[in-house]
């Protein structure tokens, strides 16, 4: 039970943030899934999955997604698209890829969290995405969080490579960590995703093919004409406010708060993302 | 990286499980949330939350739930109901009652877990429900996992009691631990809930009464004819049937997993609750 204090909380860090403490991603690193409901924004992760990422920049480009569908929503667990039945050609990119699991740890620069972790004997943040780091094998890897954007693959792992993508919509699965390619996050519009109707065959499977969501379109933002873009900004990570902002959370300071933990773990820490000010 | 060997998967565990490995909750402490998409079906915890499960299942009693609505629908938060301006009138029940974050850890019996975890010393199953304990403090307490049922609160400590009710629909919460009334969990139909329309004002509250999602009924099981009763047994978290299933879980065997990394995080081990066989 830590004593209350008049430490800033969350609203008080990104209310006192400078222009510095924001990014603007590259809009050639983010991607947009265009539902009827709208669209989800995804932030692409090149550092950690390099061929992954340019294969579904490549799958977007040559309109690969376009008209397949959402085929499986498993509750507490993932939604997932692609042609399951993987009959639409491919005509640029490749179907398949070697597995990006995890990469070297060298060049990987980790904003440590301080709190232990079930998982992994380091985790904190690279880049903006939530990630963990074993100094006995030298790798480092991206953590499947809620929200974060995976290849699916069938038993072989080189059988994924981003024609077929999910997104965790629950607890975090870190079950799958280096076991499936994590390539990005959800900047935006997640709740499209995770109100979709649970599917009730094996493994969250629509049992139709007419229960499937359609996919209008995937595109890179750099393709989508400025005006028809959404303009994000995300929070650094690598800066003294972040540092402020996962103390805000490790110790709430809030009314209605009357213990405060003092520990915050990986997947609890806000990855914040805001429109754009013009 | 572990080597595979036959070690069994989930799958196997429940089909080799005996009789004896399985409970049936008691209908006197099963609660009925009834919506016009159907059921969803909690099991309370009298050990940790007395006063809680006694008058909430006074509130169900009375009738005070009937007709009440879904207010607030929060992404990767919760899902919360009850009488937002406090205007109906409890009879027999009581509005508010003292907290119960936590309680004395003699007399609680926990089925301990073997991995770190970030925010308590100690933390396993007590009675099905994931648990925590702290030997400095003397204290157990229920945690935030997804699925948990807990009574919301305005500021002051003893300003809940189970008039208005929330579950977990997202990553465990577990900066709420200790600082709110755990009552129980969800035994079936999560999904009735988890995928409802986002709220988009603050906190995640419908915007319009009209959006709101009505409330049928909320009854106790015991009241309910056993013909109607979601008839559910619940595998024990006591046993070595369930040992064997926490190691099958720290351990991925099934072929599709290509590394086993040998931990589990509290709120990622699967409570598993079927349908009876008659």
Chains 1, 2 share one sequence.
Not at 69 to 74: A, E, K, Y
Not at 129 to 148: E, I, N, T
Request: glycine fraction near 8%.
């Amino acid at each position: 039970m830590s004593p209350k204090t008049a430490a800033p909380t969350l609203k008080d860090v990104l209310a006192s943030s400078q222009p510095a403490d924001w990014r603007t991603p590259d809009p050639d690193d983010v991607l947009y899934l265009e539902l009827a409901s709208g669209r989800v924004v995804f932030e692409l992760a090149p550092a950690f999955a390099p061929a992954h990422v340019a294969n579904v920049k490549a799958l977007a480009r040559e309109g690969y997604f376009d008209g397949l569908t959402i085929v499986r929503v498993q509750d507490n667990y993932v939604v997932q698209w692609g042609d399951p039945e993987a009959q639409r050609p491919i005509r640029s990119a490749q179907r398949t890829l070697p597995p990006e699991f995890d990469r070297a740890a060298a060049g990987v620069e980790l904003t440590l969290l301080p709190d232990p972790d079930t998982y992994a004997s380091e985790v904190g943040f690279a880049q903006g995405f939530p990630a963990a780091r074993d100094a006995a094998s030298g790798k480092a890897w991206l953590v499947h969080c809620y929200g974060m954007l995976g290849a699916g693959r069938d038993n072989a792992p080189d059988s994924g490579g981003g024609a077929e993508l999910y997104v965790v919509i629950g607890h975090a699965p870190r079950q799958l960590d280096r076991n499936v390619t994590l390539l990005g996050r959800v900047l935006s519009g997640i709740e499209l995703l995770t109100v979709l109707p649970r599917g009730t065959a094996a493994l969250g499977f629509y049992e139709k093919p007419e229960q499937r969501v359609p996919i209008r379109r995937v595109r890179v933002a750099a393709d989508v004409a400025p005006a028809e873009r959404t303009e994000l900004e995300v929070l650094r990570t690598d800066t003294p406010t972040f540092q402020t902002l996962v103390e805000s959370r490790r110790n709430r300071r809030e009314e209605w708060f009357q213990y405060a933990v003092g520990r915050i773990e990986l997947c609890n820490v806000p990855l914040v993302a805001r429109p754009k000010a013009h």
